[in-house]
């Protein structure tokens, strides 16, 4: 299984923003972009991943939203405003949720009310942990287990509180190359690092 997590510091946690205008509801476009990039390869769905979307932003956080590709059924398309339209109806779901509560909002779509530090916290035990650093390990010089887990920030950088967090955790800092990239594009090079080292 391949777990992507993302941290969506200015998305918002309830449903309460407009589908046609999703650069002033936390960037959410690129939110979607992850989203298309982690589930989806040549209108084809990825066997086996989950991807976990942590809004901290207004107006109910923390809010976490999970996909399972395994379970998942139609999104209504891929594009930004459909994916955007199916956190909405996830966020809507989970209105009134209390703390590590969570229901299922659509197939294979999942809201609760979770922290991004209680998701991490569950992964660092799990095995494989991985946190997207400018200065981590070359991707191309390690070797995947089949289940791993990758963190990501979205348009705004991980706060230096949360990376020393990550670390104390055991997550293992990662590099996809000499340049800083948009998540999306990271979440592609993780997946044709494990797809090219023979990784379900």
């Given at each position: 299984?391949?777990?992507?997590?993302?941290?969506?510091?200015?998305?918002?946690?309830?449903?309460?923003?407009?589908?046609?205008?999703?650069?002033?509801?936390?960037?959410?476009?690129?939110v979607a972009h992850c989203i298309t990039n982690a589930l989806f390869y040549s209108l084809n769905i990825r066997a086996g991943v989950r991807v976990h979307i942590v809004f901290d932003g207004p107006a109910a956080p923390p809010k976490t939203v999970r996909i399972e590709s395994d379970g998942l059924g139609s999104l209504g398309g891929f594009d930004e405003r459909a994916?955007?339209?199916?956190?909405?109806?996830?966020?809507?779901?989970?209105?009134?949720?209390?703390?590590?509560?969570?229901?299922q909002a659509l197939d294979g779509v999942?809201?609760?009310?979770?922290?991004?530090?209680?998701?991490?916290?569950?992964?660092?035990?799990?095995?494989?942990?991985?946190?997207?650093?400018?200065?981590?390990?070359?991707?191309?010089?390690?070797?995947?287990?089949?289940?791993?887990?990758?963190?990501?920030?979205?348009?705004?950088?991980?706060?230096k509180k949360a990376d020393r967090f990550l670390i104390r955790l055991g997550a293992q800092p990662l590099s996809v190359g000499p340049k800083m990239l948009f998540a999306s594009q990271c979440i592609t090079l993780v997946h044709n690092e494990l797809d090219r080292q023979g990784l379900a």
């Open positions: 299984m391949r777990d992507f997590i993302l941290r969506a510091r200015k998305g918002p946690s309830s449903p309460d923003f407009s589908l046609d205008d999703l650069g002033r509801a936390g960037h959410m476009e690129i994916l955007a339209g199916v956190i909405k109806q996830a966020l809507q779901a989970g209105l009134h949720l209390s703390l590590e509560e969570e229901v999942y809201v609760a009310k979770r922290s991004f530090e209680s998701l991490v916290r569950d992964f660092s035990v799990r095995g494989a942990f991985y946190t997207m650093q400018k200065r981590g390990s070359d991707i191309r010089d390690l070797e995947f287990a089949e289940d791993a887990a990758f963190v990501f920030s979205d348009h705004l950088s991980m706060p």
